[in-house]
């Protein structure tokens, strides 16, 4: 095949362009994505742009600077969804670690893209799936700080020999996803005997959202927590965040209603008060930074004598649906893994007041994955045979899914509204409605940590 030559961006942009209103299969000439044996922006690149695909560490239209990247999304009652995140380049931990970000596998691909978007819809064939976008796009300079503080963090872990412990819930915007066929297939780390799974530098599904809705689609932007990129030049999101908050510390919630002008006593005070403490109009999680980062607010009360009450609890588990998932493909690891949670913590004292102790950005650390890991295979397991379930000497139900004195980090037990609120069982049957729990004392020891 002849490759054609794109010299400039312009060439690139109208070339992508002119394939909008095209189904997929209109596009392909080779007939590889009618089989479901063609990756789609393969296929694209060869079909459309003449141009045979290579694993060389530059951008696909190199003379140009411009990396291809297809993309699709779904609408959701929410609004418009990245289906994935976006893969970028794999990350080599023997090499990547000597060189700068500008000189960064991943800067060296994508710092200049040409987005091409489609909509996903469950049931349509891919060939029917159509390109309704195309843009390029280069990093505004508020993302570019995160994104650059992002590569540090995980440069710093492969200096550290910590390779094998990265998670995607290390960075914000910026991820080191795992790449393998398991976490079994791995590869070697500079500073450390331990292989480490293997890993690609990619941008994750909150990020790949946010920059769906503002750069292809026009939705207007969110509110910023901070206002002049310059100001994490010399820090990181996290660290200038708490900061902001440190003043804080030790105010009674009466105090800080009264002093940042907070009238309201909804359930969701502790997020309110922060956001002020920010000047912060809306809500935290509306904001771009924490759209983008796919950030999870979690207010923690601790109780006098120091523990924690309540277990961290997550969605609802569709018994059936696990059945046809790996752990990497679960909604349990896509909730987890990927995601940074902020910690709002406030203390109880004996009279009933709440403290303002502090905030904790917080990530699952591999190891404890790993055990969760293990809870979740058991709990499939264990439905694939069959849950039992009998009544204890008090008339309650009981059942032989993973209990909180099983694991040191988490268990299962219901979240249904009572013991009718129940689920369908892929053996038969049905069962009240459960979830994951993180344990509580799990998630105390977490909170005490620095």
Same mark, same amino acid.
């Given at each position: 095949?002849? &490759? ?66 297809? %993309? ?8 418009? &969804? ?38 996903? @819809? ?5 060939? /029917?799936? #159509? ?52 976490? &079994? /297939? ?67 919630? #009466? ?36 759209? @983008? ?46 995601? @940074? ?15 303002? &102790? ?73 069962? %009240? ?15 005490? @940590?620095?």
């Amino acid at each position: 095949m002849e &490759q054609r030559k794109y010299k400039t961006k312009q060439e690139v942009l109208i070339r992508g362009q002119e394939a909008v209103g095209k189904t997929l299969g209109e596009i392909d000439k080779t007939g590889r994505i009618a089989t479901g044996k063609g990756a789609i922006g393969t296929v694209v690149e060869e079909s459309w742009f003449g141009y045979k695909p290579n694993s060389k560490p530059a951008p696909d239209f190199e003379e140009a600077g411009v990396e291809l990247k297809v %993309t699709p999304y779904r609408r959701t009652p929410r609004g418009i &969804q990245a289906k994935e995140r976006l893969v970028c380049d794999m990350l080599n931990y023997e090499e990547e670690y000597g060189k700068t970000f500008a000189t960064s596998a991943f800067w060296t691909k994508c710092a200049c893209m040409l987005l091409m978007s489609y909509e996903h @819809k469950d049931g349509v064939p891919k060939v /029917d799936f #159509t390109i309704d976008k195309a843009v390029l796009f280069q990093f505004p300079d508020e993302d570019l700080e995160v994104i650059r503080n992002d590569w540090k963090i995980l440069m710093d872990k492969i200096k550290a020999g910590q390779a094998h412990l990265i998670s995607e819930g290390d960075t914000m915007y910026l991820a080191a996803c795992p790449k393998g066929r398991n976490s &079994q /297939d791995t590869r070697s780390q500079p500073f450390s005997p331990i292989p480490a799974m293997k890993r690609a530098y990619s941008l994750k599904s909150s990020y790949m959202t946010q920059i769906l809705r503002r750069y292809i689609f026009g939705d207007e932007p969110c509110e910023k927590i901070i206002k002049d990129p310059a100001a994490l030049r010399t820090t990181s999101f996290e660290d200038w965040f708490s900061a902001k908050v440190r003043p804080y510390v030790g105010m009674s919630r #009466t105090e800080l209603k009264a002093r940042l002008g907070v009238e309201t006593n909804a359930k969701n005070l502790n997020e309110l008060l922060v956001a002020a403490m920010l000047g912060v109009k809306g809500h935290l999680s509306n904001t771009e930074e924490f759209q @983008k980062a796919g950030i999870q607010l979690k207010t923690i009360a601790i109780e006098p004598n120091g523990s924690i009450k309540e277990s961290m609890s997550f969605p609802v588990m569709n018994f059936c649906a696990m059945m046809n998932e790996t752990w990497e493909e679960s909604a349990l690891y896509d909730l987890l893994a990927p995601t @940074k949670f902020l910690f709002i913590i406030f203390q109880k004292s004996k009279d009933g007041e709440c403290y303002f &102790q502090r905030v904790k950005f917080w990530n699952i650390p591999a190891e404890d994955l790993e055990e969760v890991h293990r809870v979740w295979q058991r709990t499939v397991d264990t439905l694939r045979e069959g849950v039992h379930i009998w009544k204890d000497a008090s008339g309650r139900n009981r059942n032989n899914l993973p209990k909180a004195s099983e694991s040191r980090v988490a268990h299962v037990r219901p979240h249904g509204r009572d013991s009718t609120d129940t689920a369908p069982l892929p053996t038969g049957g049905s069962m %009240t409605k459960q979830c994951f729990w993180l344990n509580n004392s799990y998630v105390a020891k977490q909170i005490g @940590k620095e």
